[in-house]
């Protein structure tokens, strides 16, 4: 006799870590990946009634490397004393949260739009006094894919906030900057990810070509020139090894940046869509400039979701 069928594992936590009264980590099960999706959870200075969620996606190493929120930010001093629930993924990496067409060799099953957009939102409004209104913001690839993530699931989110990334995934340079995050960086291949490059699925996932999918949202956008500025001095950045590949690399990624945000907000414009475009006259692609970003996004965005 075949033994009885069991039923697949639903989307739940898995496991629960308390480092303090306002930290968190925790271990969320995604069906839809058959994985374990470690994150971190920042917990409202007022516990006593609901509160908002601000879902805080880290760059192309998903966290799982140092460069990440909680290692290059003051996040957790910055919210300690706000009424908000930060959630923030430490999985992830090279994977542009979205979901791939394809199983990758390297990068193995990614569906993360589904995961972020349709499993772990019930899950951590069953697990913490939640208002139902909800915040995402990303930096550099992840800037591309809260916007994506905001397009495809109308309704989740009242705001979006994207520093220093490349919207226009369909274009040229667009192409070129994906590939260097998923196949230079993470040893992936585009082509499991959204097709062949002159394909449709380029177009599917391009935050400008559907803009329109934007409009009711808060839209908060930004990228400075890559003009080196205040931190990028040997006063934040004290290795003369480091620094100069922040000024020579991290400014010429984040003037490519510019140009795209600047696409971005031409269309918003055009559709009569409101966004509030911030463009600091210096600033390389780094840590503490996408800090200040969030600081100044914060207001913005706690105010859609009732922080």
């Avoid at 097709?195 to 934007?214: E, F, S, Y």
Wanted: with cysteine; net charge positive; glycine share 10%.
């Amino acid at each position: 006799m075949a033994p009885p069928a069991t039923a697949a594992p639903k989307a739940g936590i898995v496991s629960t870590y308390k480092y303090t009264s306002q930290v968190s980590d925790i271990v969320v099960h995604s069906p839809s990946m058959n994985r374990d999706i470690p994150m971190t959870v920042l917990s409202p200075k007022n516990k006593s009634k609901p509160a908002g969620v601000l879902y805080l996606l880290n760059g192309a190493g998903g966290g799982e490397d140092s460069a990440n929120w909680l290692n290059k930010s003051d996040v957790v001093k910055f919210f300690a004393h706000k009424n908000v629930y930060v959630v923030i993924p430490n999985k992830g990496a090279f994977s542009y949260y979205t979901d791939w067409i394809k199983p990758d060799p390297v990068l193995g099953v990614n569906k993360w739009s589904t995961f972020l957009g349709k499993e772990l939102p019930g899950v951590i409004n069953s697990a913490y006094s939640t208002n139902g209104k909800n915040a995402i913001a990303g930096i550099s690839s992840s800037a591309t894919s809260v916007l994506n993530l905001a397009i495809a699931h109308k309704g989740l989110y009242k705001a979006v906030s994207a520093y220093s990334g490349c919207a226009s995934t369909s274009s040229e340079m667009g192409k070129l900057y994906i590939r260097l995050v998923v196949e230079s960086r993470g040893g992936g291949d585009v082509k499991n990810m959204w097709g062949p490059l002159r394909g449709p699925g380029w177009l599917k996932n391009d935050p400008i070509v559907h803009a329109a999918g934007l409009r009711g949202l808060s839209i908060y956008l930004s990228a400075a020139t890559g003009l080196p500025g205040k931190y990028d001095t040997t006063r934040y950045v004290p290795k003369p090894a480091v620094l100069a590949d922040q000024i020579a690399l991290g400014g010429g990624i984040e003037a490519a940046t510019r140009i795209c945000t600047e696409d971005l907000a031409a269309k918003l414009a055009s559709l009569r869509i409101p966004a509030t475009v911030d463009r600091p006259a210096t600033g390389t692609h780094s840590w503490k400039y996408w800090q200040d970003q969030l600081h100044k996004s914060w207001p913005q965005m706690a105010r859609k979701i009732g922080a």
